[in-house]
């Protein structure tokens, strides 16, 4: 039976368990999320010995160098020693800059980092409070332009950050975890293409960086933004995507309900087989468009889409 060290810890466990299952069973508060290798929530770092990983791209080559793995991802074939992921050694300081209620239930929260962050409009990060509770969220800010990280938290729900989030006031800490890539981003190679974003919920926080960052580069294609809230009270960003539509005329913003979405989508007519669609939200909503982009004639491999995975 392989054992599983964590610090003073000696956990005995069933050969080929699964490396987050073990630890949460034995007691080791570890954060997590997804469990699908997509959010970095359940960061651990191997000392010695070598869990067998389903995702070895999910982490950078220097991570992985680093002894870094997800938890959520790996198996235990041997005897282990780890380490979980500590904010407060391994995190980035930030400050709370600002955090307003843009909806009844969105919070935008606006971080300044001690130091300074490279990142790309779409990218997400995972964010610690001090209690050391974990989530990830998108970065709706724009690099180069915004003075702060920007993020759009769905309060709808009680969650333990989202919770916590309810508090936070200006001036107070939080860490700042893994940066990943995932799906979303511009190239600059689509200038002249027509480029669908279409969101669900607070799925509009990085389509709005990236949107943000196609007008930047001059794009001269069509942009289309479709934004689906349950109700219209939840169109928080009414306001200045009606302000960038005003300023450029080839950006066309829909804002539907959900009682709206099945008009809204049969009147998605493709124009040019060049099109490039872009989609975030709850797996349910962008399947929905997804369906619906299929029909209108959009290739497969011209839909980039980031899905929102509700807590495992």
Not at 97 to 112: E, G, H, Q
Request: glycine share 8%.
């Amino acid at each position: 039976m392989p054992e599983l060290r964590v610090g003073e810890r000696s956990l005995t466990v069933e050969p080929a368990c699964n490396l987050l299952d073990a630890l949460l069973a034995g007691g080791v508060a570890v954060p997590y999320s997804c469990r699908a290798g997509s959010c970095h929530a359940c960061l651990v770092r191997c000392l010695r010995g070598e869990p067998l990983d389903a995702k070895p791209g999910a982490l950078d080559g220097e991570r992985r160098e680093q002894g870094w793995r997800l938890a959520c991802q790996c198996r235990i074939v041997d005897d282990l020693q780890i380490e979980v992921f500590d904010p407060l050694r391994d995190g980035r300081p930030a400050r709370i800059d600002s955090c307003d209620w843009l909806s009844p239930n969105v919070l935008r929260l606006r971080l300044v980092p001690q130091q300074t962050l490279r990142y790309r409009a779409g990218q997400h990060l995972v964010l610690w409070t001090e209690g050391g509770v974990a989530r990830p969220y998108s970065l709706a800010s724009l690099p180069g332009e915004d003075p702060w990280l920007e993020f759009h938290l769905d309060c709808r729900q009680s969650g333990a950050f989202s919770d916590a989030a309810r508090n936070f006031r200006p001036g107070d800490s939080l860490r700042l975890g893994e940066l990943r890539g995932g799906a979303l981003h511009y190239d600059p190679d689509w200038q002249a293409r027509p480029l669908w974003l279409l969101a669900a919920g607070t799925g509009l926080a990085p389509l709005f960086g990236i949107l943000r960052e196609a007008l930047r580069q001059d794009h001269q294609g069509d942009i289309r933004v479709v934004h689906l809230a349950q109700d219209p009270t939840e169109h928080y960003l009414a306001e200045p995507l009606a302000a960038l539509a005003d300023s450029h005329p080839q950006l066309q913003v829909e804002q539907p309900s959900a009682a709206q979405l099945p008009a809204a989508l049969a009147g998605l007519r493709l124009v040019s087989r060049k099109t490039l669609a872009l989609l975030c939200g709850h797996p349910h909503s962008v399947e929905t468009f997804a369906r619906r982009l299929y029909l209108a004639g959009i290739p497969r491999n011209q839909v980039f889409a980031d899905l929102f995975l509700p807590h495992a």
